[in-house]
């Protein structure tokens, strides 16, 4: 065999095992997802860990060290959630159970509201007519009511089963995550030179320059994302704490943290704060909500034109068309963690096209046109 078909050889050989290795990922994904979460944490925690390192301190009490601390501040904050959370909803049970009149006023307010105004004359009598006719199929199909209700009964005990299985999974993420992450920590520089000394010879500078500029991208990324996310839940804390939202601060949590993902955040601000405002209204709820959306599109605003530009490295500089199909077509293909990963893959493959494809699209366009032939 000579050299250059045993180099083809070995090369194909590689690359139908990577392509096995995906296959088997994408298969496994349920059990591969917290592998991956470790992997990020430990990817965004490392250069925290080797800035320790530098200044003398060994790399497994560096590690040690930073999960005490994020133990502690979990607790902390996890534990003033849920106080907030468990003392409004006190609050609120209390005023409903000694205020008789409570539903009564909310029930007046209801009747009372300028439906016509709201919805036009025609769309509100329009309503007030399909509430009356579907009262009385109610009354004339109570035998068909009754078998949907079996029907729903089903659905419901099949949910719990779901939920039950769900709540297994995120207690297996809460135990997993964290272990992975620690051994991930730990040996996370052995693990990159020893894919560096296992790269091909001959293309090891030119891909270790490539990989650097992802590591670049990348870790600007989600380092700044974290760093957004805690002043955008502050914001948003701020803002409906003015509102008089009760639970400001629990809601403001909850948004920073679902801003993770984009444009979640904006959802987990708003339609609990519009719930409990249509819960403790006593007037019109109108402008305590107009309130609540003039601070989530404000905060919005300020993370889009202001938090990002300042915070984030502008080294991704994906257009937002490509930001939104990447967002969608990673949600489709992986799921939940597709959403959280697709602006950084995006990223890494916008470095690779511009790397080793356009190059090639570039030769390909100033090469001549071949001479027409005589004749």
């Known amino acids: 065999m000579t050299?250059?078909?045993?180099?083809?050889?070995?090369?194909?050989?590689?690359?139908?095992?990577?392509?096995?290795?995906?296959?088997?990922?994408?298969?496994?994904?349920?059990?591969?997802?917290?592998?991956?979460?470790?992997?990020?944490?430990?990817?965004?925690?490392?250069?925290?860990?080797?800035?320790?390192?530098?200044?003398?301190?060994?790399?497994?009490?560096?590690?040690?060290?930073?999960f005490l601390i994020g133990l502690?501040?979990?607790?902390?904050?996890?534990?003033?959630?849920?106080?907030?959370?468990?003392?409004?909803?006190?609050?609120?049970?209390?005023?409903?159970?000694?205020?008789?009149?409570?539903?009564?006023?909310?029930?007046?307010?209801?009747?009372?509201?300028?439906?016509?105004?709201?919805?036009?004359?025609?769309?509100?009598?329009?309503?007030?007519?399909?509430?009356?006719?579907?009262?009385?199929?109610?009354?004339?199909?109570?035998?068909?009511?009754?078998?949907?209700l079996q029907s729903v009964?089903?659905?419901?005990?099949?949910?719990?089963?779901?939920?039950?299985?769900?709540?297994?999974?995120l207690f297996s993420y809460l135990i997993l995550v964290p272990v992975y992450t620690f051994f991930l920590l730990l040996s996370l520089g052995k693990i990159r030179i020893a894919v560096s000394e296992h790269l091909p010879g001959a293309y090891r500078d030119r891909i270790l320059v490539v990989a650097a500029k992802i590591d670049r991208s990348v870790s600007a990324f989600f380092r700044g994302r974290l760093m957004i996310c805690l002043a955008k839940g502050l914001l948003i804390a701020i803002g409906l704490k003015i509102c008089g939202v009760k639970f400001a601060f629990a809601i403001g949590l909850l948004a920073g943290a679902g801003s993770l993902i984009p444009f979640l955040g904006g959802i987990f601000a708003t339609v609990p704060s519009i719930i409990?405002?249509?819960?403790?209204?006593?007037?019109?709820?109108?402008?305590?909500?107009?309130?609540?959306g003039i601070v989530v599109i404000v905060v919005e605003a300020i993370e889009g034109l202001v938090l990002t530009p300042v915070i984030l490295s502008k080294e991704t500089g994906l257009h937002p068309l490509t930001l939104l199909m990447s967002i969608f077509i990673a949600g489709e293909v992986f799921g939940f963690f597709g959403v959280l990963l697709a602006v950084p893959i995006a990223s890494i493959v916008k470095i690779l096209f511009v790397e080793f494809v356009l190059p090639e699209i570039k030769a390909l366009a100033k090469e001549k046109p071949a001479p027409a032939p005589d004749g």
């Open 3 to 66: 050299p250059d078909r045993r180099r083809a050889v070995r090369i194909g050989f590689v690359s139908v095992f990577l392509l096995l290795v995906l296959l088997s990922g994408y298969l496994l994904r349920s059990i591969i997802n917290p592998l991956l979460v470790a992997l990020l944490l430990a990817y965004i925690l490392n250069p925290l860990v080797s800035s320790m390192e530098k200044r003398g301190i060994r790399r497994t009490q560096a590690v040690v060290g930073i």
């Open 72 to 148: 502690v501040c979990a607790v902390l904050f996890g534990g003033l959630g849920v106080a907030a959370i468990v003392s409004g909803i006190g609050g609120l049970s209390e005023s409903i159970t000694k205020d008789d009149g409570y539903f009564d006023r909310a029930y007046a307010a209801v009747v009372a509201y300028d439906w016509d105004g709201l919805l036009g004359k025609n769309l509100a009598a329009d309503v007030k007519n399909a509430w009356g006719e579907a009262r009385d199929k109610l009354k004339d199909n109570v035998g068909d009511m009754f078998k949907t």
């Open 153 to 169: 009964a089903g659905n419901i005990i099949g949910g719990a089963v779901a939920t039950l299985a769900g709540i297994f999974l």
């Open 276 to 292: 409990l405002v249509l819960l403790e209204a006593e007037t019109d709820p109108l402008w305590p909500i107009i309130g609540i």
